[in-house]
């Protein structure tokens, strides 16, 4: 109970503006200083590093930064004094740089923190060379479709988008060329799809799409104009692969995602052994004809 109140609140922290973010960090410094300066007896200088926290991670490293000073210039304000009666202003201005500057440190970590889990969160969902979906992502967004489509009986189609040197074309793209290829392929393939179509990278050669709602009609208007955008790619780059399209419109969803990916492969054979150069498209009615 208590990890799904966190992960609720987290959710929600994550969904709200920075504006508000600044103003709720703002009013935790606010009750912080409160409560320090009503309360002589106890020390709340570290307390300060949650409203810093807060925005750090969920709003921006600027905005992290100002609180920073903000939480600073509040606890100088509000703070007590030291007990010696010999310090100096210079001393007091000497305990607010170095809290200062704690703060700001703390903020640039937290900020950093955060931006490090966002990139290593990409990265495992999307490839780093051409932005397509992980094979663990597309399974996971497969599973979802799957279900829906379980649920509203409504037909979707895989594609498998396949690339080969042609017949005498030695490879001559080269590691440093390969990912720019990836990715203008990729971009191709996103330009020419809907945006609640998904397109993943199953290797360095394939990708497969997620067409959901898409009936064999539809399909095959959207593998048609796929597959001549890129071949008009290819061909005028001058890269020497050929592109092969394969793809199966599910009027019944099959049960589990292996069963999909396991009939993606077999098109992927198809493809690699007769299609290339051309689109091979069937549609399945039946969850038992899978193998």
Known sequence: MGVDAVNELEEYLHKQSRLFLAMLGFVLAVLLSLVDYLNPGIHLDFAYMLPIALV???????????????????????????????????????????????????SLVVSTLRRERVINRHLALYDRGSGAC?????SELAGAEISRAQRYGRPFTLACVNFRYGEGT??????????AVLRKIARAIRVNTRSCDV?????????VLL??????????????????RLAELLRKNEWGL?????????????????????????????????GMGKTVHEVCTNPSLYA
């Not at 397109?199 to 990708?207: A, M, P, S």
């Not at 067409?211 to 001549?228: C, F, G, H, M, Q």
């Open 134 to 138: 992980t094979r663990n992502f597309f």
């Open 199 to 207: 397109v993943g990278l199953q290797r360095d050669n394939e990708f």
């Open 242 to 274: 050929l592109v092969g399209v394969g793809a199966v419109t599910f009027l019944r969803p099959p049960e589990t995602v292996d069963e999909l990916l396991e009939k993606a492969e077999r098109l992927t054979i198809r493809v690699r052994e007769g």
């Open 170 to 179: 030695q490879p001559s793209l080269g590691c440093r060329n390969e990912g």
């Open 56 to 106: 750090s991670w969920y709003g921006s490293r600027w905005g992290g930064m100002a609180m920073a000073c903000g939480c600073a210039c509040v606890w100088l304000v509000t703070g007590k004094q030291p007990l010696d009666s010999l310090a100096t202003f210079a001393v007091n201005g000497l305990n607010f740089a170095m809290l200062l500057g704690s703060f700001a440190a703390f």
């Open 211 to 228: 067409l959901p709602e898409t009936d064999n009609e539809s399909a095959d208007i959207v593998l048609r104009k796929l597959y001549d």
